[in-house]
């Protein structure tokens, strides 16, 4: 039985785990090398028309902040495509976690079903004799009622 407790735990576990993986590749993404080619394209031309801010060089300069806005809606279409791609293998992915999850957590319901949980000794549930409970609840009465044969209770209450 041991054993088997300490697979539950491990199979549990490495479901939690693959759950977490699953969304912190989610929400970490990954850049691809065409936004990382766009990314230093925009930084170098910005870096360029910060260099031509004079009079003399402003028209040069507002057609590389052109060319820089165009980079940048360029950039912002192939994260929006990444984005929907991800949540789309994300969606995909969870729901089959999501069913492995179910499957595996009734399977080890259906296996540990009528395994007990804990084993308490009878001697701790019925310290006072083998026949008489510790207590009896008298519901036409409404009063708790402990026998005389209990020797630990019995000095503590008074049977008139």
């Known amino acids: 039985m041991a054993l088997a407790a300490i697979f539950v735990f491990l199979l549990v576990a490495a479901l939690h785990v693959l759950d977490s993986m699953l969304d ?3 929400k970490r993404g990954s850049l691809s090398d065409a936004q990382l080619k766009l990314r230093v394209e925009i930084s170098e031309i910005n870096k360029e028309a910060s260099l031509l801010s004079t009079p003399s060089t402003f028209a040069q300069c507002a057609k590389l902040k052109r060319l820089s806005v165009a980079k940048e809606k360029e950039l912002s279409k192939l994260q929006q495509l990444d984005i929907k791609g991800k949540q789309s293998l994300h969606d995909k992915y969870g729901k089959v ?19 007990p949980v804990t084993t308490v000794p009878k001697h701790l549930l019925q310290p006072c004799g083998w026949n008489s409970p510790m207590a009896i609840f008298d519901f036409s ?10 020797p630990h209770f019995s000095a503590l209450v008074d049977h008139r």
Do not use: E
């Open 141 to 150: 009465r409404q009063q708790i009622i402990i026998p005389k044969t209990c």
């Open 97 to 115: 976690l999501l069913g492995t999850k179910v499957l595996t957590y009734g399977l080890l319901i259906l296996w540990f079903w009528s395994a």
């Open 24 to 26: 912190l590749a989610w």
